[in-house]
């Protein structure tokens, strides 16, 4: 079984930044790829970064130049650096790991709101 904690959402100013962390844990052999989603009320969820395990990154343009991932393989933890936060950004994100347990797994986090106010 595995278990992913999200943390690091919360109330922004247009502008602002927040760092969101997904942390793995449980029977975990290693973990393939990261992503991060995002869905805002009456919308379709979309992928918003991805990094691979070989630490390859991309983004859709909505937020490339703005939102970074990154990973730490030794904590099992994948994290979220958003920059120069837009209204547009508000929205449930969730953290989403394919990892290596009895077999290759899909993984989803509980979700973090993030709002950015104008």
């Known amino acids: 079984q595995v278990q992913l904690v999200e943390s690091g959402g919360g109330l922004v100013q247009a502008g602002g930044s927040l760092r969101l962390s997904c942390a793995a844990s449980?029977?975990?052999?290693?973990?393939?790829?990261m992503n991060w989603y995002r869905q805002a009320p009456g919308k379709r969820r979309e992928l918003v970064a991805t990094i691979t395990g070989g630490g390859r990154t991309n983004y859709p343009d909505s937020v490339k130049g703005r939102f970074t991932i990154s990973r730490d393989n030794a904590k099992n933890t994948v994290y979220l650096q958003m920059n120069s936060l837009k209204p547009e950004d508000t929205a449930v994100y969730y953290c989403?790991?394919?990892?290596?347990?009895?077999?290759?797994?899909?993984?989803w986090g509980q979700g973090t709101q993030v709002t950015v106010s104008s």
């Open positions: 989403n790991l394919v990892v290596v347990t009895t077999g290759l797994k899909n993984y």
């Open positions: 449980g029977s975990i052999f290693s973990i393939n790829t």
